[in-house]
């Protein structure tokens, strides 16, 4: 992965602080040592799950399902998987019975996750498959140890697997969380693993990771008043469901109070995809407020050598230069006349991410980049990076009108 900036922070002193802040949070938030785990204790239980289980389904909202699902996302189109992956985040029973078309509850091993135990959404959803499938072994839940959700599972002598110690859930796609159903489906975690352990090695033993994010970091923070909106422009589909996990991981984490003052802040994310955003929210980052950064994502090797015929078309001989073409190349000089064009504006900050090819290490580098990534502007903008209380609010508030709709 190659990250290039076309801005600077200028900002030294700040950058050592907030790399020895980083360095010290390492001994109490559990994200960090992920990618140095021994993954042989989940390889081996997730050997276990039926061979006549044909997919793999995900009962979780939010932190529990949207790690996973960038990385199988992002995979699928260019990997034979023994089994599919699917996802139940939503409420909306549209969706949840349009999924459950897709497969047979009977050969479908479902996991269950939910970090408190008690999350509205997840059990909501649960409850209603288990009426369709009611025996335990078809079951593997993920949670906190001691939390109702385990207690539950051993009432019914069903599979419980932990989270890490201080793991929150937007931070947990490189735990059990997000390892457990990727490895069931047939993506390779071990090398996951090996492409985040890859940047921590190249930030935290000063490799050219650290002078990049450093750099970026700091001048995220320095002009987050100026510069409040952060977007992720990714030349692919295949990072469509990376870019989502990314507005989560970053609008969570860093709206917020901060530490030592009465002032709300934040970076607000938006998740683009090119060039299909070329055509809408462009428009708005070329000449609208000077209020956005953009962070363009590439990919070098697609895994498809697709060639634009060579087609002349009545009427549409100028097109003629798209003859010949592999797609790879035509997408990749989209994202770069753009950069050009944004270039040209100066007053927009830009920079690129160059992914090789499309692989588990590449993604696993890629997250891991942007969590670390997130801890270090939620550092330099003091905030407490790993709660969410504005989203316990609504949960709160939600669970006193459940009660009192039964009153």
Request: with cysteine; aromatic share 10%; net charge negative.
């Amino acid at each position: 992965m190659k990250n290039k900036l076309y801005f600077s922070s200028k900002s030294r002193k700040e950058e050592q602080r907030a790399f020895q802040a980083i360095k010290k949070e390492q001994k109490t938030i559990g994200y960090y040592s992920l990618p140095d785990q021994d993954i042989k204790p989940i390889l081996e239980y997730c050997n276990t799950v039926s061979e006549d289980v044909e997919t793999i389904a995900v009962i979780g909202i939010g932190g529990s399902s949207l790690g996973a699902k960038a990385v199988y996302e992002f995979m699928k189109p260019v990997k034979d998987l023994p089994r599919k992956l699917y996802f139940f985040e939503s409420t909306d029973p549209i969706n949840i019975m349009d999924l459950l078309s897709k497969f047979d509850v009977k050969k479908t091993h479902f996991l269950v996750i939910s970090k408190s135990g008690s999350t509205v959404e997840t059990f909501s959803i649960y409850k209603y498959i288990y009426s369709l499938q009611s025996d335990p072994a078809a079951y593997t839940f993920i949670t906190d140890p001691d939390s109702p959700l385990e207690k539950y599972a051993k009432e019914i002598n069903a599979s419980v697997m932990h989270l890490p110690d201080n793991v929150g859930g937007r931070f947990s796609v490189l735990s059990t969380v997000g390892l457990v159903p990727l490895a069931m489906c047939g993506i390779d975690i071990k090398s996951l693993l090996a492409g985040a352990k890859s940047i921590k090695k190249s930030f935290f033993d000063h490799g050219y990771t650290q002078d990049m994010l450093l750099n970026k970091a700091v001048y995220y923070a320095k002009n987050h008043a100026r510069y409040n909106i952060n977007c992720i422009f990714a030349y692919s589909e295949t990072l469509k469901y990376f870019c989502q996990w990314y507005v989560q991981l970053w609008g969570e984490s860093l709206g917020k109070h901060q530490r030592h003052s009465a002032f709300h802040v934040g970076l607000t994310p938006i998740g683009l995809i090119g060039p299909k955003d070329q055509h809408s929210f462009l428009q708005l980052i070329m000449e609208g407020t000077r209020d956005k950064s953009v962070t363009f994502i590439k990919i070098e090797d697609f895994h498809e050598n697709i060639v634009i015929p060579d087609i002349t078309l009545p009427h549409l001989e100028m097109l003629d230069s798209l003859n010949n073409l592999p797609f790879s190349k035509l997408i990749n000089m989209q994202c770069d006349s753009v950069i050009e064009a944004l270039l040209d504006q100066e007053s927009i900050p830009l920079d690129t991410i160059t992914i090789q090819s499309v692989t588990e290490d590449n993604i696993g580098s890629l997250m891991f980049y942007y969590e670390l990534l997130t801890s270090l502007v939620g550092e330099l903008i003091d905030v407490n990076t790993y709660d969410q209380p504005g989203v316990e609010a609504g949960k709160i508030i939600l669970k006193k009108k459940l009660q009192a709709d039964k009153v």
